[in-house]
Every structure is written in C-alpha cells, then in structure tokens.
C-alpha cells in the first residue's frame, strides 16, 4: 500500500485526496454510488461480477496491458494499468467511473 500511495502522489496532484480500498469484493455498484453522491474519490480492485466487467479485463492481450507501465519499476516490481470505463447500475441509478 505504501508503494501505491507513492504512486499515486506522483501521478495524481491531489492523491491526500482518494481513499484506498484493498478488499476488492468489498466494492459493489451501491457503495460505488455512494461514494459518487458523497463526492468521494477512491482506487479500488474490482472483482468482476457482471459480464460487461469481466469483458473490460479481456479486451486486451496481455502483451498490450503490459504496455502501459505505470511505473518505472520493471517486472513483478511495477505496476500496469489501463484506463478503462467501468459502469456500475444500481435501484435504477447508473455511473460510469475509470
């Protein structure tokens, strides 16, 4: 978590500013819109419940995820990550995060 939120105060000016979540089958599409009508912002894991979720982690080789290195850490020392829309819907209420 620590090289994470160095990480992010990098690449992000107000990175004081996002919560960190570690337990990805914690998040679910109603505390994401919680957290959307509080004004939070957060980094979180996802684990893929819906298809269109589990179809946002394959829509790439893994030769292309690899191509966007995050880091300067090479190997199992760096992070990857690939901006992508995720949409979550819930009692009729729809938000798309990245």
């Known amino acids: 978590m620590d090289r994470l ?8 000016p107000a990175a004081d500013d996002i919560m960190l979540i570690g337990d990805r089958a914690n ?4 505390l994401v819109l919680a957290y959307q009508a509080k004004g939070l912002r957060y980094l979180a894991g996802r684990q893929p419940r819906t298809r269109a979720h589990q179809d946002c ?5 893994e030769r292309a ?4 290195l ?6 199992a020392a760096g ?5 992508c829309p ?3 819907e819930h009692h ?6 990245q």
């Open 5 to 12: 939120r160095r990480l992010l105060k990098h690449c992000v």
């Open 27 to 30: 998040l679910n599409a109603e």
């Open 86 to 88: 995720v949409t979550f």
């Open 92 to 97: 009729g209420r729809t938000v798309t995060h």
């Open 70 to 75: 995050r880091t300067a850490d090479q190997g």
């Open 57 to 61: 982690l394959v829509c790439d080789p």
């Open 65 to 68: 995820f690899r191509q966007h």
């Open 79 to 83: 992070y990857w990550g690939r901006l």
